[in-house]
């Protein structure tokens, strides 16, 4: 740890604040109640005394509940989404890491207000979400405590004795978000599933699970983009927000989902089909609260923060028929606006003390911006909007505020998974059931077709989609602008019984998406999501998007639960990624380039509204494949597939597709809400009619041309799927040799990470069976003070020792141990005063000019701060007032010292391979009065 401090402060008017009897003017306290109430005429004491009386009654309830609160001072989280917060060290693009925080303690003083206690303070790593266990006596939180040499990782905080633990580890991933379960264990955020989001090039985090310990790590959800923000409501469910775009606009369906701790059961609670709210963050469960939840109403491209709101899913679960604006309470209107709620005053993080109290981060500026210096502070606010601060730091916002108390534990429950399997089970009553195949004759649906979803680990290339949800850029295309998303793998297909019933099995662990499919095999329905099983798990369904809040009335035993759950029947071979040139062009070849050959014609349908493809010419437009170079998205596309996909080379050489009554897919931009059956794809498309005498006019085919069943299926898949045209990520590619290489890189570590969750969940099965825990994880390369040597003895120059970390230096006072270089190493902080009892490393000669100490690391290693505490036994000392760091690898810095004995802390950019390193050229503030230092840190990582 970089610092720890148990010694109580008290905020300071603007600098940091806490509360008591004797109110300034000037306190923020004061100035926060002129501000609420409109006043502009200056305080006098019967105001103050008399919003004093207010404050008493107002916190009455939450000073008998909650005496003590967690919070955690760090910058305002999100980048140019509200999701990007990793800030992982080897980050493909956006960062968003501003140092400075602390993990910080509100508790009842002897005045009855509340005053702040810092428990850890690291001015140059980030300190976030706090969690408390059920029993009040563990905080778990997320430290990052290094830019470049540290990720987020979980660590465990003792109340009772400051004890803290690191219990996850590894440099270039993520943890973050806990979410505490009554028996211990852990759910949280991680970057370990190693993707990207398709529309930019920052890393996705999913949700994970371990216990109190770090062990039996394992991944729970397996989502195209970002999870955020896991609670526990009082039912035992774990409720989270969810990005979700597979074939539909990624800009708003940010809406609330829920599942079992054990990753079960997952599935939308609110909003998954709506535009309102933009975003749902930070929600919570209302204890006693009939199953409501307050969450903060947010938007896309902006940070964590927004209006505070009320989720009741009794009156409804998409839009705003069960949402509710709060604090003031207000109408709440179904907007379609992204960055929304960001104007104006802001929240973030509420707790509910009950159903009408919460704690929250809060600003009251009306003008701040997402650059805003006016911080957030802790409030205790209630639903009509009035407010009382509890903390503020005038240099830093203050969130995520949390009781610090034992309180009753939710409901506990069943574990569903079954580890020894390896697939789950669907089960659907009726198909019909549900607006989602609304008008759709009964026995129309024959099939349902599965499709597995595979996401991007690296972002190279890019091309852009835009339709009625918005635009966006899409890295490492697999299709042609305004395609699909994601790579597609066709799983198979089931039949879907006369009352409309279907159950099968699926692999376990797979994002997962269906299809309604008709005789003709065309699609009439697309689940615009993915759902995924755990191993063992059955997950049944009413029907096509029914709504949550009804039930069903069914015969006792549908035919499908008569027949069992069935295998898929496999598409036409092995599962594999959908691949235009594999699946389609050799129909193309067989059927089609007779005719169509020629390379310099633009199809027919590029400029008419005509479904037709065919054309007088004797020679039409080409349905050869081989290789047009897409610079910009860095792929290889046939000049067939281009031209059914009606492409167009934008400005910047950027290659679009354009749907055509020809060939018309799903658009990849379309609204969140849900679409009606048959509303694109190939029973809409042209093409399908010309090629399948069931639907051609007179059952005549285009050019009489005659295909099997076989390649009828493919080419309805293709158009269905969303015109994909590689089936994995690096298929097509036009990259370089260091494009490669990163995309190895990042594969390597997905690589390496599902390993580890296999390993791990090995161990959890042997658990579960014999009861013997195994090690928790351990790490011992993790981010630390290198030169911590408790034992290290003093080297010379010119010598070598086997015991490192060691120090040595040219000077030593009178040779005497307690002015020994190696006192630097030992750990001893305390800086009383001088003698055996203060060891520090004190020269015989301050004016020598080369005078130098130096910590050997005895190994290569990377680093990028230094803390210095000078012994300051004044006025008996004098101290160094500037002094000159240096390694083995050529590196120097400068640096001004202060006269304090407090930790002085300096960062530098990353150096590598370093061997030693040096403090020298010391300018001592008084001539001829002796200085020392007491402790030397080097903060890093052990070299590769």
Same mark, same amino acid.
């Given at each position: 740890?970089?610092?720890? #401090? ?50 008493? !009654? ?14 955690? !001072? ?29 993990? #910080? ?125 896991? &609670? ?94 709060? @604090? ?38 009306? /003008? ?6 006016? *911080? ?41 998974? =079954? ?42 290339? &890019? ?43 699926? *692999? ?61 029947? $496999? ?37 008419? !509204? ?32 281009? =031209? ?19 060939? =018309? ?6 609204? $969140? ?9 190939? @029973? ?59 995309? @190895? ?30 090690? *928790?994880?351990?790490?011992? /390369? ?37 002015? @020994? ?65 240096? #390694? ?57």
């Amino acid at each position: 740890m970089l610092r720890t #401090c148990l010694t109580v402060s008290l905020f300071l008017f603007l600098s940091a604040v806490s509360f008591s009897a004797e109110l300034t003017p000037e306190s923020p306290i004061v100035q926060e109640w002129m501000r609420q109430d409109g006043r502009t005429a200056a305080p006098d004491a019967d105001y103050i005394q008399s919003c004093q009386k207010r404050r008493d !009654k107002r916190l009455k309830t939450l000073k008998n509940a909650f005496p003590k609160i967690i919070f955690a !001072k760090h910058f305002d989280l999100g980048g140019s989404h509200y999701a990007y917060t990793e800030a992982q060290s080897d980050a493909q693009a956006e960062r968003n890491f501003v140092p400075g925080t602390a993990l #910080c303690l509100l508790e009842l003083n002897d005045d009855g207000e509340y005053s702040n206690r810092t428990l850890i303070d690291d001015p140059n790593g980030i300190i976030r979400d706090p969690a408390v266990s059920y029993d009040g006596k563990t905080i778990v939180f997320a430290w990052k405590k290094s830019d470049f040499l540290d990720d987020y990782h979980l660590y465990s905080y003792d109340v009772a004795s400051g004890n803290i633990r690191q219990l996850t580890f590894g440099l270039g991933y993520a943890d973050y978000e806990p979410c505490l379960l009554p028996n211990g264990d852990i759910i949280f955020n991680s970057t370990r599933c190693v993707q990207i989001v398709d529309c930019w090039w920052t890393e996705v985090s999913n949700l994970y699970r371990c216990d109190k310990d770090g062990r039996f790590l394992r991944r729970l959800s397996f989502d195209q983009v970002h999870t955020n923000f896991p &609670s526990v409501l009082e039912d035992g469910r774990i409720v989270y927000t969810r990005w979700d775009y597979n074939d539909r606009g990624q800009i708003f369906p940010q809406g609330l989902f829920q599942m079992n701790p054990d990753g079960t059961a997952q599935t939308e609670y609110y909003g998954n089909n709506s535009w309102f709210p933009t975003t749902l963050l930070h929600a919570r469960g209302i204890p006693n609260g009939g199953g409501k939840l307050v969450a903060v109403f947010s938007g896309h491209h902006n940070r964590q923060y927004g209006k505070l709101g009320i989720i009741d899913v009794t009156k409804g679960r998409q839009e705003n028929s069960g949402t509710q604006l709060i @604090a003031p309470i207000r109408e709440t209107k179904a907007d379609r606006i992204d960055a929304w709620g960001q104007q104006g005053d802001r929240f973030a993080f509420p707790y509910p003390i009950n159903e009408h109290e919460f704690l929250a981060g809060y600003n009251p500026n009306p /003008n701040a911006g997402h650059t805003t210096t006016t *911080p957030f502070g802790i409030y205790w606010i209630d639903e009509s909007g009035q407010r009382e601060l509890l903390a503020y730091d005038s240099a830093i916002s203050s969130h995520q505020p949390v009781p610090l108390a034992a309180r009753a534990a939710p409901y506990e429950r069943t574990i569903r998974v =079954n580890n020894d399997a390896n697939y789950g089970t669907f089960t659907l009553q009726d198909v019909y059931a549900g607006p989602g195949l609304q008008g759709i004759e009964r026995g129309t649906a024959k099939t349902l077709r599965v499709i597995a979803l595979e996401f991007r680990s690296v972002g190279i290339g &890019s091309n852009h989609n835009v339709g009625p949800a918005g635009s966006a850029m899409i890295s490492t295309p697999i299709s042609i602008g305004n395609g699909t998303w994601d790579v597609k793998i066709p799983l198979g297909d089931t039949p879907i019984y006369e009352d409309g019933s279907a159950s099968f099995l699926v *692999p376990a662990k797979t994002p997962l998406y269906f299809q309604i499919l008709d005789e003709n095999g065309h699609a009439i329905q697309t689940m615009r999501s993915w759902s995924t099983l755990q191993p063992g798990e059955v997950f049944s369904c009413i029907g096509c998007h029914e709504d949550k809040n009804t039930t069903l009335s069914a015969p006792s035993q549908t035919i499908a639960l008569q027949k069992g759950a069935q295998p898929l029947k $496999p598409f036409y071979g092995k599962p594999r990624g959908f691949n235009f040139d594999r699946e389609i062009q050799p129909i193309l070849d067989k059927h089609c380039v007779e005719c169509h050959n020629d390379a310099q014609r633009k199809p027919d349908f590029a400029h008419t !509204k005509s479904a037709d493809v065919s054309s007088d010419e004797t020679v039409a437009f080409s349905l050869k494949g081989g290789k047009v170079e897409d610079l910009h998205a860095k792929r290889y596309w046939s000049l067939s597939y281009l =031209n059914l996909t009606n492409y167009q080379a934008e400005s910047g050489g950027v290659f679009s597709g354009r749907q055509t009554p020809v060939v =018309n897919w799903i658009n990849v931009q379309e609204s $969140p809400a849900m679409l009606p059956p048959y509303q694109s794809g190939a @029973a809409k498309s042209g093409l399908m009619k010309m090629l399948d005498p069931k639907l051609a006019a007179d059952g005549k085919t285009h050019s009489d041309v005659k295909l099997t069943r076989e390649e009828l299926d493919k080419m309805a898949a293709w158009i269905d799927l969303l015109v994909p045209a590689y089936g994995d990520y690096k298929e097509g590619n036009l990259w370089d040799e260091r494009e490669l290489q990163k995309h @190895a890189y990042y594969e390597i570590k997905r690589r390496d990470m599902r390993e580890l969750d296999a390993v791990n969940h090995l161990q959890l099965i042997s658990y579960l069976k014999d009861g013997k825990l195994p090690i *928790p994880a351990q790490e011992q /390369n993790v981010y630390r003070n290198l030169a911590l040597n408790p034992g290290a003895t003093d080297v010379k120059s010119n010598e070598k020792t086997a015991n490192f970390p060691a120090a040595s230096s040219n000077s030593v006072y009178k040779s005497l141990k307690e002015f @020994a270089a190696s006192n630097c190493l030992d750990g001893k902080m305390d800086n009383k005063g001088h003698g055996a009892k203060f060891p520090s490393w004190g020269p015989d000669n301050l004016s020598e000019k080369s005078l130098w100490w130096q910590v050997d690391f005895g190994k290569p290693v990377k680093a990028d701060q230094i803390a210095i505490v000078i012994r300051a036994d004044f006025p008996h000392d004098t101290y160094w007032k500037e002094c000159t760091i240096e #390694c083995s690898n050529g590196f120097t810095k400068k640096i001004a010292l202060r006269r304090t004995t407090d930790k002085q802390i300096f960062t530098f950019p990353v150096q590598d391979n370093v061997t030693w390193l040096r403090l020298t050229n010391f300018v001592p503030e008084q001539e001829n009065v002796w200085a020392a230092l007491t402790e030397v840190e080097v903060y890093g990582i052990d070299a590769e």
